[in-house]
């Protein structure tokens, strides 16, 4: 399997398993995650706190199915527990694990931003080095 860096977080290689071993697919996937789910807990929240129960449980869904798959386990285990208190019609219960939800995604969607600053090893823009003198 190709080799990804280390993210805080999330299980690599599961999510590059998921992907084929393409480092390049991944690191876009997890780029498009960050930027598509990094505020989903509190988006949760205005959905629920606005009686927006549907529309709750289609994000929390995607959301548990996008971690899962690159391996986002802390992310997508929460968002199971709280899928299944809004299946369960435990409302309340839902909302209590936002928080919870919340951080896990700002200290998960800060690390993957920080990971993905950094150009991949074997890439042309790690590979660059700065022009040297162009005289004897």
Not at 111 to 132: C, K, V, Y
Request: charged share 25%.
């Amino acid at each position: 399997m190709a080799e990804f860096p280390a993210i805080d977080g999330v299980d690599v290689a599961r999510g590059m398993s998921s992907v084929g071993a393409n480092p390049a697919v991944y690191r876009r996937l997890l780029g498009r995650f960050s930027d598509e789910h990094g505020d989903d807990g509190s988006r949760l929240r205005s959905l629920l706190d606005a009686g927006r129960r549907a529309d709750a449980a289609r994000m929390i869904h995607r959301l548990r199915g996008s971690a899962l798959i690159l391996g986002v386990v802390g992310v997508a285990q929460q968002a199971a527990r709280i899928e299944g208190h809004l299946s369960e019609g435990c409302d309340a219960l839902a909302v209590a694990g936002t928080g919870a939800l919340d951080d896990l995604l700002t200290s998960v969607v800060t690390a993957i931003r920080r990971t993905l600053a950094d150009p991949m090893p074997g890439t042309a823009s790690a590979e660059r080095t700065p022009p040297g003198p162009t005289g004897p």
